[in-house]
Structure formats: C-alpha cells, structure tokens
T-cell receptor, first 118, second 111 residues
Framework: DGGITQSPKYLFRKEGQNVTLSCEQNLNHDAMYWYRQDPGQGLRLIYYSQIVNDFQKGDIAEGYSVSREKKESFPLTVTSAQKKPTAFYLC?????????????????FGPGTRLTVL | GIQVEQSPPDLILQEGANSTLRCNFSDSVNNLQWFHQNPWGQLINLFYIPSGTKQNGRLSATTVATERYSLLYISSSQTTDSGVYFCAVRGSGGGADGLTFGKGTHLIIQP
C-alpha cells in the first residue's frame, strides 16, 4: 500500500523542548518537502530535499532542522527557537522528471501532524 | 518570489449549484496544482495543470499560462465538496523547489 505516512498525528511541546516529526514514503520519490500551515492560512515551505544527504532551506527555515539519510525518510526537528504556538505540519514528496514537456514534479501530501506548544 | 492570489476567499452555495474558483499568479510557472483540504486537514490532489484543460467527473480546471491564471470549476455541488481549495505553483524562474500556496477559497455547500 503506497503512500506517505506522518507520525505522530498530534504532538504537544513544552517551551524550550525540541521535538521530531516523522515522515516516511514508499513511493520511491526523489524529492521530499516540509510545509507549515498556520490557522486559516495557506502552506509555507520549511525545507526540501531532492536527493539523499542534501537539503535546502525554504521560506521559513528558522527554528527547524532536517536530515535525509535515507531516500524514504525526511524527519523534521522543531527546535526551542521556533516560537509558533500551534501549527499543522505537512510532509510531501514528488518524483522529478525532465523531458520534452518540461519539468514534471507533482507533489503528494501526507496526513499531517498537529503540533501544540504548551 | 512568486505571488498567488485566490478568489473568492469564501463562497457559500446551495447543493446542486455550480462554482468557479480563480487563481492568479505573478510569474511564469512550471507546476500548478489544485488541492482540496478536507476537515481533517488532508490535502487531496485534484489537478496537476501548469497549462491546458483537464476534467475529472464534476470537476474541471483550466490554466491559461500566458495570462497567468487558473480556474477550477465545480458542477452540481454536493455537501462533500465543502472545505478549503488551494492553488499552488512553482515558478519557472528557478529558486526553491517547493510550492507557493495561495490563501485558499473556503467553500461551504448547504443542503
């Protein structure tokens, strides 16, 4: 059963505490992404990775860290420097194809993790 | 960076009605996707449509890349169509590989 899984579904963090959100995909996709959604808003890019052992900052990388040791896994650590009280974190993945029709990189999303700071 | 504007921000319709959602973007794109976010937060892929027209059942989408807009059509609305619809793009001018999202259209279908 192919797809993207995220865990946990709900997470509570105390101020000053680091927490790690899990994202796994078995779609054999090359690229993986982390987005944050604040209440009533669209999604914003935190980090992305196109290949193992390489990742790039997105628009709101401050207070976050990532690793990409395996193609199927892209964990996100929310550090104590991240001050947002509550947000919804979504992981995505895509295959990247370049050819005559241009660049194809349709993204698919996991179910998300809702993080609350106590 | 690229800007994405969606309209209208909110839309309330009766079951059976048709609707058109609009997405304007500020630069050329090589990826444009429409999503439906359900009440549990899951983003459901509706269309991958950087240009042209596609149809899937009661839903269809058109992107006019040269004029920098995309439209999502929903016909014969059902209550299960309720939720937030997002347009997201990736600019073709390089830069980050991720998507830039609009703020969404919140659609409510009343029985």
């Amino acid at each position: 059963d192919g797809g993207i899984t995220q865990s946990p579904k709900y997470l509570f963090r105390k101020e000053g505490q680091n927490v790690t959100l899990s994202c796994e995909q078995n779609l054999n996709h090359d690229a993986m992404y982390w987005y944050r959604q604040d209440p009533g808003q669209g999604l914003r890019l935190i980090y992305y990775s196109q290949i193992v052992n390489d990742f790039q900052k997105g628009d709101i990388a401050e207070g976050y860290s990532v690793s990409r040791e395996k193609k199927e896994s892209f964990p996100l650590t929310v550090t104590s420097a991240q001050k947002k009280p509550t947000a919804f974190y979504l992981c995505a993945s895509s295959i990247i194809l370049s050819g005559g029709q241009g660049r194809y990189n349709e993204q698919f999303f996991g179910p998300g993790t809702r993080l609350t700071v106590l | 960076g690229i800007q994405v504007e969606q309209s209208p921000p909110d839309l309330i319709l009766q079951e059976g009605a048709n609707s058109t959602l609009r997405c304007n973007f500020s630069d050329s794109v090589n990826n444009l996707q429409w999503f439906h976010q359900n009440p549990w937060g899951q983003l459901i892929n509706l269309f991958y449509i950087p240009s042209g027209t596609k149809q899937n059942g009661r839903l269809s989408a058109t992107t006019v890349a040269t004029e920098r807009y995309s439209l999502l059509y929903i016909s014969s609305s059902q209550t299960t169509d309720s939720g937030v619809y997002f347009c997201a793009v990736r600019g073709s001018g390089g830069g980050a590989d991720g998507l830039t999202f609009g703020k969404g259209t919140h659609l409510i279908i009343q029985p």
